[in-house]
């Protein structure tokens, strides 16, 4: 089974405060590790480090980050403890793997999504950060529209054109387009009704693993998490984080 990504150890601080303290998160291929517990807990910042994004401050204060697939350093070396100037070459550093190797699906997709932008024009920019192109980008985008339940029309659409539930379809497709290796998908279920969330979730996880991509799945519906995730990390909000029995 293989590894794409292994966070290790991670301790993430604000001014007088833990934030995220001991988080060990591993993402395989082919399969779903979902991040959870309630708002507070640091379940976006995890992923967010995942991602090579840390932007509180002082900010790293332990951990390591491997992308194994892509290569064996820590990525993280040299950061911990070196603050805002240490921040910026890590975000430097992964920018290339942001959209490409990993690809990031966001909660609220009908604010998330560029407004002015058609769902169309968004996958082609996400489709050009693939290591090389598609035989033909009209057929890759109808093909991935498909794949979410889109119709070919909805390329030419504003996000505020679609509904809720056909923004977070766009979104994926946008996410995917760029064929990554590890998608996270941060509260695909936010705003949706109870039958819409069940048609999204099911929606992720067999696009995600007709790609064999890695999902890292940040949700903090417990029913979802039993019902899709090989692997959950549980995270507690800060007050409450300590040795557990």
Known sequence: M?????????????????????????VWAGQVTALCGP????????ARACMGVIDVLPGLRAGSLH???????????????????GHGRL????????????????????SALNPGRTIGRQMEIAVARRPSPPP??????????HEVGLPPRAAASLPGELSGGQCQRAALAIAMASDPKVLIADEPETGLDPVLRRQVVELLLSVGKAHHCGILLI???????ERIAEH?????????????P
């Open 2 to 26: 293989s590894e794409r990504v292994r966070l290790r150890g991670l301790r993430i601080e604000a001014p007088g405060r833990v934030l995220v303290d001991g988080v060990d998160v591993t």
């Open 39 to 46: 708002s507070g807990a640091g379940k976006s910042l995890t």
């Open 67 to 85: 992308f194994p697939e892509h290569d064996q350093r820590d990525w993280y070396e040299g950061i911990v403890n070196s603050g805002v100037q």
């Open 91 to 110: 975000q430097r550093a992964t920018e290339s793997l942001r959209g490409g190797y990993i690809s990031y699906s966001p909660q609220a997709a009908s």
């Open 136 to 145: 033909s980008l009209s057929t890759a985008l109808r093909d991935l529209l």
């Open 219 to 225: 949700s903090h519906h417990e029913d979802t998490v």
């Open 232 to 244: 959950v990390v549980r995270l507690t909000p800060p007050t409450q984080r300590g040795v557990e």
